[in-house]
C-alpha cells in the first residue's frame, strides 16, 4: 500500500439490508484511488460469490468473542444473530498510510465510531419505498420468505436511525447515489480539518507561524 503524506479520513457507511450499499462502495472504491474498505469479522455463513478475506474474514463464533474480549475491534455488534466488527490494526494501517477508510456498518457501529471518534463522517443509504427495499430483497433469491419478513422488520427499525447520519443519500437511481457519493467524500478532503494537515507548511508560510 502507497504511502501519503496525511492520516485519511474516517467515514461509515450504513443501509437497511437491501438499501444497495455494497454495489454503491464497490463502484465507489474504482472511481476514486484514494478510498478503502476495511474488511469486518463476521460468524455468518459465506454466501455464494463471496471470497475470505475479501468480503469478510470468516470466522466462528468463538474467535470473534475471543477477539472481541480482547479490545482487538474498532466496533462491533450483533445483526440478525450473527457478530460483526471491524479490527482496529486494518482502519489504523490504511489511515496511516493516507487513504480515506469506508466501515460498511451498521447503525449500532456508525454510533460507536461516531462516540469513539468525533472526526469521523458517517453516510446513510435510503431506499426510494418499502416495496422497492422489499422487492430488492426477494429479487436476490437467496433467501425464504420467512428470512425475507425478518429482514424487512429489521430494515424498518435500522431506518428509524437515519437522524444519526451526517449525510443522507437516496438511492432512487444507481449513478446519482453514486455521485452524490463521491460529492461526499471529495468535499471531506477539501474541509478545514483536513487540509490543514495537508497544506500544513503552506500555511504556516503564508500566515508567518
Do not use: C
Not at 46 to 63: K, L, Q, S, T, W
Not at 115 to 140: G, K, N, Q, V
Not at 166 to 173: A, G, H, I, K, S
Request: aromatic share 8%; proline share 3%; net charge negative.
Amino acid at each position: 500500500m502507497e504511502k501519503h503524506p496525511v492520516t485519511g479520513n474516517l467515514l461509515t457507511i450504513s443501509a437497511p439490508s437491501g438499501g444497495g450499499k455494497t454495489s454503491l462502495v464497490r463502484a465507489l472504491i474504482e472511481r476514486r484511488p484514494l478510498l478503502s474498505v476495511s474488511v469486518s469479522h463476521t460468524t455468518r455463513p459465506m454466501r455464494p460469490g463471496e471470497i475470505d478475506g475479501v468480503n469478510y474474514h470468516f470466522v466462528n463464533e468463538a474467535a470473534f468473542l475471543d477477539a472481541r474480549d480482547r479490545g482487538e475491534f474498532f466496533e462491533w455488534a450483533e445483526v440478525y444473530g450473527h457478530f460483526y466488527g471491524t479490527a482496529k490494526t486494518e482502519v489504523a494501517e490504511r489511515r496511516n498510510a493516507g487513504y480515506d477508510v469506508i466501515m460498511e456498518i451498521d447503525w449500532q457501529g456508525a454510533r460507536q465510531v461516531k462516540m469513539a471518534h468525533e472526526e469521523s463522517r458517517s453516510i446513510f443509504i435510503l431506499p426510494p419505498s418499502i416495496a422497492a427495499l422489499e422487492d430488492r430483497l426477494t429479487s436476490r433469491g437467496q433467501d425464504q420468505r420467512q428470512t425475507i419478513d425478518r429482514r424487512m422488520a429489521e430494515a424498518r427499525s435500522e431506518m428509524q436511525h437515519w437522524s444519526d447520519a451526517d449525510f443522507l443519500v437516496l438511492n432512487d437511481d444507481f449513478e446519482r447515489a453514486l455521485s452524490e457519493l463521491e460529492t461526499i467524500t471529495d468535499s471531506l478532503r477539501l474541509g478545514r480539518d483536513y487540509q490543514s494537515r495537508n497544506l500544513g507548511s503552506i500555511l504556516r508560510e503564508l500566515t508567518h507561524e
